[in-house]
């Protein structure tokens, strides 16, 4: 999660939560889109769950207060992808962003190939990361490293790719959908397809479709957020509930001893599904937290609070 803490006088900013689903688009750093979005919203607290390079567009989930204890859930989610491929040039940074380093004839290839080839790479495997990446060398960025053109060793680490169908093909350019693991950098599995079909290639385009419980959704263009942040509370409608990233866990209902005793971190008899995490909700449908079920389904722990309100447990008779 990136979070940014507040730079301007506190009367400025405003404590506020939710979830708004950006339509990043390209030439935008994913940070940059999230300081856009915190300054519209005068939002005291926000990050946002899965960077895209400058190059990519898509779905930028930004969290708001209370929210961003979701992010790290968010990151362990699947994504899909929308991927141009330009088979025959090899760039510095696997994308079109990059100088080209190596070109190299395109063998023919139909759609059928293609697939077959596609097949190759379904499932899990180890991959290893490019350097041009945010991941940390010796308490550098790779990129930092990349740009000065020093090349490191990168362990390989565990993706799953579970989907890679072809969409088209048109002379060098093929046209993927891909849903895979977190972790999965597409610039490299461009690289290893291309090599796979007997030739080089890199990434023309990319766009996120869909992370985690955010299947296809409709997303928010930048211009449009603008726009709307224009009229009073326009902004502020369009945010998801805290618990809209968490849809997949359970729900427990507590009473309203059982509220105050897990807002103030103490676990509380109830039944539920053994061994699992899962939704908290208090008094009107309050969204709490999450918290973890014993394995005997009896007693709940909370892990993560995602309420301001923290009231005192109740005195016994």
Sequence with gaps: ?????????????????GILLLDK?????????????????????????GSLDPLASGLLPICFGQATKVCGLLLESNKTYRVTMVLGERTTT?????????????????DEAIRR??????????QVPPMYSALKHEGQRLYQLARKGIEVERPARRIVVHRMELLGA???RLQFEIECSKGTYVRTLAEDFARACGTVGHVGSLRRLSLGPFIRPAMHALASLEQAAMHSGALDALLLPV????????????????????LQGQPVFVTGPGSARVRMYGEGGLFLGTGRMSAEGRRLAPERIMVDIVPAIPKQA
């Design 243 to 262: 618990d809209a990233a968490l849809p997949g866990m359970p729900a427990v209902r507590l009473g309203t001893a059982e509220q105050a005793c897990v």
């Design 25 to 49: 688009p390209e030439g935008l750093s994913s940070n940059a889109a999230l300081q856009q979005l915190r300054r519209l919203l005068n939002a005291r607290k926000a990050g946002h769950t």
């Design 94 to 110: 696997g994308d079109r962003e990059g100088t080209v380093l190596e070109r190299l004839p395109v063998p023919e290839l139909d």
């Design 1 to 17: 999660m990136n979070e940014v803490a507040a730079a301007r006088p506190a009367s400025r900013w405003r404590d506020i939560d």
């Design 117 to 126: 080839v596609a097949a190759g790479f379904l499932g899990e495997s180890a």
């Design 170 to 172: 048109e002379g060098n």
